[in-house]
């Protein structure tokens, strides 16, 4: 039985050795808020295509097509807050507001669905924190209108439970699109 053929053993030369080097995740590929790196919409490396993807005349910094889901989430929550600290300047002083992707599944949540947002109270000098919860809040929504308005009931519903008061009371909206 012969050897496999090589394409250069006949012409008198050795064939190349081949080794496998391990390829180095792309420079974009970027782990954010404890995800896996790189999974973005980048098909076999080579950066994101299309005249959306990249930052030009058709996608200028401003556009909002140009920002990322959890940029634009963000900014839902960051309108949300504005709203309630107008109302409640002096009762939200010094509470903290985070957006996290996901509830850490080691931490008790007291509840049997996953949620959308947790209130960590004061404690040993640290201050309150109010967290929304970026992907659950995001799959419940249909729509960037129906997710601003989730975003803002999320809000209310926590500073209600850090405030002890209902939501109703937080925003008389509330509930309402």
């Known amino acids: 039985m012969s050897a496999p053929h090589a394409p250069d053993a006949d012409k008198g030369r050795p064939a190349p050795a081949t080794t496998h ?3 180095a995740p792309p420079p974009h590929a970027v782990s954010v808020g404890g995800g896996r790196a790189g999974r973005r919409r980048d098909r076999h490396g080579r950066g994101m295509r299309g005249p ?13 097509v140009a920002r990322s889901r959890a940029q634009r989430f963000d900014e839902f929550v960051l309108d949300a807050v504005e709203e309630l600290e107008r109302r409640f300047a002096q009762e939200l002083d ?5 957006v996290e992707d996901v509830p ?10 996953v949620p959308l947002g947790a ?28 997710l ?9 519903e926590q500073v209600a439970e850090l405030l002890g008061l209902g ?10 699109e």
């Open 104 to 113: 850490d599944p080691r931490r008790d949540h007291g509840l049997d669905d």
């Open 52 to 64: 959306l993807a990249v930052r030009g005349p058709l996608a200028p910094a401003g556009v909002p």
């Open 94 to 98: 010094g509470v903290e507001f985070a």
């Open 119 to 146: 209130v960590l109270t004061a404690e040993r000098g640290e201050p309150a924190r109010i967290v929304l919860y970026r992907r659950p809040i995001e799959l419940r929504a249909v729509g960037t209108s129906e």
């Open 148 to 156: 601003s308005a989730l975003v803002h009931d999320v809000v209310v």
């Open 167 to 176: 939501p109703n009371e937080i925003d008389p909206d509330y509930g309402e």
């Open 21 to 23: 080097v391990p390829l």
